[in-house]
T-cell receptor
């Protein structure tokens, strides 16, 4: 399968712990996006990269959130000192300079 | 990116055409209309996009009004597997180097019934 992959698929953590998610985009896709989706709502944009450069960050991305794409390939999204309000599905998408974004299956985070 | 308005839910009989409307009255001249769908517990899946002409692919047809203020996604022969949330998005063309995020609304939940 050469689609976008995300790991882990599910993560349960206790409030205050740090978590890190990984996204592997489709090979040669130079744009990578992170979205967050809560139950019953559409995905909300968090940030995106073109190659290794982080070009835009949403106001939703508080200081506790950090994203990296060190070599322009895979990306990680870290949440520090998790809060119950961080519980959501975290979606990654990639594209190759087109608006046709290909989404991964998501990582579902539950903060207890 | 322009805002879109969609009905929250629709039903369709299996085998019939499903017509999903979207209003985007503030669309700009350089913005395309995109449709995605999301089946439960999966990531959104691209369906189709267009600028001003009607488009068709193996999944669906997209009809855009002449004034571009609204569009309709048509699934010609809906099946039970088409039950999903359908999102209509407008965003700038990929030729704009600032093109990035997609702004999703809450979409239309389409339920295909046997």
């Amino acid at each position: 399968d050469t689609g976008v992959s995300q790991n882990p698929r599910h993560k349960i953590t206790k409030r205050g712990q740090n978590v890190t998610f990984r996204c592997d985009p489709i090979s040669e896709h130079n744009r990578l996006y992170w979205y967050r989706q809560t139950l019953g709502q559409g995905p909300e944009f968090l940030t995106y990269f073109q190659n290794e450069a982080q070009l835009e960050k949403s106001r939703l991305l508080s200081d506790r959130f950090s994203a990296e794409r060190p070599k322009g390939s895979f990306s990680t999204l870290e949440i520090q000192r998790t809060e119950q309000g961080d519980s959501a599905m975290y979606l990654c998408a990639s594209s190759i300079l087109t608006n046709e974004q290909f989404f991964g299956p998501g990582t579902r985070l539950t903060v207890l | 990116d322009a805002k879109t308005t969609q009905p929250p839910s629709m039903d369709c009989a299996e085998g019939r055409a499903a017509n999903l409307p979207c209003n985007h009255s503030t669309i700009s001249g350089n913005e395309y209309v995109y449709w995605y769908r999301q089946i439960h517990s999966q990531g959104p899946q691209y369906i189709i996009h267009g600028l001003k002409n009607n488009e068709t692919n193996e999944m669906a047809s997209l009809i855009i009004t002449e004034d571009r203020k609204s569009s309709t996604l048509i699934l010609p022969h809906a099946t039970l597997r088409d039950t999903a949330v359908y999102y209509c998005i407008v965003r700038v063309t990929h030729l704009n180097t600032n093109a990035g995020k997609s702004t999703f609304g809450d979409g239309t939940t389409l339920t295909v019934k046997p």
